[in-house]
Nanobody, 127 residues
């Protein structure tokens, strides 16, 4: 079992920045690609970004590409998502996700299965 706990959400004005964190605990001796998804009110959960177990490969949704950075610190068992130039449409609950992978370079894709989810952290962007 793997437990994921998100933090760093909050309310921010448009144009601001947030750094979300995901603390990973439990059976962390396997290779896990990590990712962030989000779900806005009335909408389906959508992929935001992913990073491979090695940290060397990343993937981003078009909606956040160029203004977001996903990273991980395996020594601290923590994954980060930095989002800059926040927009009202970024308002959502952000979920951390983990997917067991065979290769250290694999990321989580938008349609990939996820093995573990966090409880989510709310991000609200006001105009």
């Amino acid at each position: 079992q793997v437990q994921l706990v998100e933090s760093g959400g909050g309310s921010v004005q448009a144009g601001g920045s947030l750094r979300l964190s995901c603390d990973v605990s439990g059976r962390t001796n396997s290779n896990y690609a990590m990712g962030w998804f989000r779900q806005a009110p009335g909408k389906e959960r959508e992929f935001v970004a992913s990073v491979s177990w090695s940290g060397g490969n990343t993937a981003y949704a078009d909606s956040v590409k160029g203004r977001s950075t996903i990273s991980r610190d395996n020594a601290k068992n923590t994954v980060y998502l930095q989002v800059n130039s926040l927009r009202p449409e970024d308002t959502a609950v952000y979920y951390c996700a983990a997917r067991r992978t065979l290769r250290s370079t694999s990321t989580i894709g938008p349609a990939s299965g996820v093995d573990y989810w966090g409880q989510g952290t709310q991000v609200t962007v006001s105009s």
